[in-house]
Nanobody
């Protein structure tokens, strides 16, 4: 079993920054990828960013150049640095970890971008 605990969400003004953290605990053997999805009200869940076990990263087109995903292997923690935030980034952000063959999910953290 794997447990994921997110932190760092909150309310921020447009143009501001937030950093989300996702701390993983439990059996982390054979982890293939970790990352973040988000779900905005009335919209489908979408992949925001992910980091694959070899270190490569993928980003949604809407966040490229603004968001950066990183990983601290020693702490089993993944970070999402979000800069130049826009109102359309408002959503619940969910951390996930893919340990073959199972996806694990965090409880979600709310990010609200509003003036």
């Amino acid at each position: 079993q794997v447990q994921l605990v997110e932190s760092g969400g909150g309310l921020v003004q447009p143009g501001g920054s937030l950093r989300l953290s996702c701390a993983a605990s439990g059996s982390m053997f054979n982890i293939a990828a970790m990352g973040w999805y988000r779900r905005a009200p009335g919209k489908q869940r979408e992949l925001v960013a992910e980091i694959i076990s070899g270190g490569s990263t993928n980003y949604a087109d809407s966040v490229k150049g603004r968001f950066t995903i990183s990983r601290d292997n020693a702490k089993n923690t993944v970070y999402l640095q979000m800069n130049s935030l826009k109102p359309e980034d408002t959503a619940v952000y969910y951390c996930y970890a893919y340990l073959i063959p199972t996806n694990y999910w965090g409880q979600g953290t709310q990010v609200t971008v509003s003036s």
